[in-house]
């Protein structure tokens, strides 16, 4: 199990509001089923690492459909061998310790 953060910016759209080409990729997240946790800044997104890789793509194309004709993406992985990974595990380690 892996963790894909990703942040999608549309730009060219006349406006500096971004959050329905948000909202628009998310629904692709929800069509899957898959677990995800959307803060003010990106997406985390949980689970195997060839579909959170055709998932962030899908989710950078989802823009295009919304006729922008550029878009930037950032995208951060987090995969372990050595232990299992968990969106709430990750947040918990650190709560632990403070």
Partial sequence: MA???ISIVPVGTGSTSV???VASALKLLENKGMKYELSSMGTVIEGELVELLNTAREMHESCF???VKRVVTTIKIDDRMDKPLSIEGK???VYKKI
């Fill in 3 to 5: 963790i894909l953060e």
């Fill in 19 to 21: 959050s329905k080409y």
């Fill in 91 to 93: 947040k918990a380690s």
């Fill in 65 to 67: 459909k919304e006729s």
